[in-house]
């Protein structure tokens, strides 16, 4: 699948994906022992682009579980299709009633109704959910189980049992298995402790906000438009902005949003005036906005 630590930062980065050594390494090593990775960190930072970029260049369909609060098996895993099988059951009414009517008492009747449980809980009325398409792909899939500390403890228990034998258990159909084992992304933003179990389970890669090199070079693939000079600005005023102590600190998504603002406004370099009315791209909340305009001249300082 890749040939080395190399290899892969090589073809994400053709991918408009900038992986540094250590995103590499535990790629690597999670395609080369079939291991699940959990990517924590902050929002913005790539967690979700890794999956996405991991599905493209390795030509794997990518299935996405977005986690939310109240997620709940049926959900994640398969769904009777409920109304399809009301509807069938009414056509075929007639049918029901032939199968039934020379039935001696009513618990014959419902004996006979039972013998058809076949008919109506079959592939036909099942609806298999992302956890389920992943496990009866019949191509190699890259399953992303985005913000899994969305999802409560309960799930995440249930996720982990799925996780470590790739197959689920339908009672009415019986026991499927995987015929390739997903590559499988689990992210978090880290809004809960997530367990002991699905830590063990899993190879554990942190992203924090980038270095200054990997950050210009991310922003120099995402908004090939900007100018390497002011590029470079934007990046050092971004990593001035982030070692404030602010209540939510610009993250790469922001930084790309800011250089394409810039771009737009045809600013060839930071000006104060220009950085004041675009500064909103970078920082959400009031009262951060005030600090760092109050900080301006440090930000701005010897960047040009
Ligand atoms: N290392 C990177 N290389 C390329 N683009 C990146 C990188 N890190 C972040 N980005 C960009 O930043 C944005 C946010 O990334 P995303 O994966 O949604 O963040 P997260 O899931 O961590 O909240 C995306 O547009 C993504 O392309
Ligand atoms: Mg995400």
Redesign the pocket.
């Known amino acids: 699948m890749f040939k080395s630590v190399e290899d892969v930062g090589r073809r994400f980065r053709d991918a408009?994906?900038?992986?540094s050594r250590r995103i590499s390494t535990v790629v690597y090593l999670a395609t080369r022992m079939g291991r699940p990775v959990l990517v924590e960190?902050?929002?913005?930072?790539?967690?979700?682009?890794?999956a996405k970029t991991l599905a493209e260049v390795t030509s794997a369909r990518l299935i996405r579980l977005q986690c939310y609060e109240g997620l709940d098996e049926g959900k994640a895993l398969y769904e009777w299709k409920y109304a399809k099988q009301l509807l069938y059951t009414q056509l075929l009414r007639e049918r029901i009633g032939e199968l039934i009517h020379d039935a001696p008492s009513l618990p014959d009747a419902v004996a006979r109704i039972a013998g058809q449980d076949d008919a109506f809980f079959s592939y036909r009325f099942l609806s298999p959910r992302p956890l389920l398409q992943a496990i009866q792909s019949d191509d190699p899939v890259v399953l992303l189980v985005d913000e899994i500390d969305k999802a409560e403890p309960e799930f995440e228990a249930f996720l982990l049992e799925v996780l470590s034998d790739f197959q689920v258990s339908v009672p009415e159909l019986g026991t499927i298995s995987a015929k390739h084992i997903p590559l499988v992304v689990l992210?978090s933003?880290n809004a809960r402790e997530l367990s002991d179990g699905l830590k063990r389970r899993c190879l554990h890669l942190f992203?924090d906000f980038?270095t200054p090199a990997?950050e210009l070079a991310?922003i120099r693939?995402?908004v090939p438009e900007v100018s390497e000079r002011l590029a470079a600005a934007v990046v050092t005023a971004v990593q001035r902005i982030r070692a404030m102590d602010l209540r939510k600190p610009p993250?790469?998504?922001e930084s790309?949003d800011w250089a394409r603002s810039l771009v737009i406004l045809n600013a060839e370099q930071l000006d104060p005036e220009v950085v004041e009315s675009t500064l909103t791209m970078l920082v959400k909340y009031e009262k951060d906005l005030e600090r760092v305009k109050g900080a301006l001249d440090k930000v701005l300082a010897e960047v040009k």
Request: charged share 20%.
């Open positions: 408009r994906y900038i992986a960190g902050p929002a913005g930072v790539g967690k979700t682009e890794l992210t933003n992203i980038p990997d991310i693939l995402k993250s790469v998504s790309i």
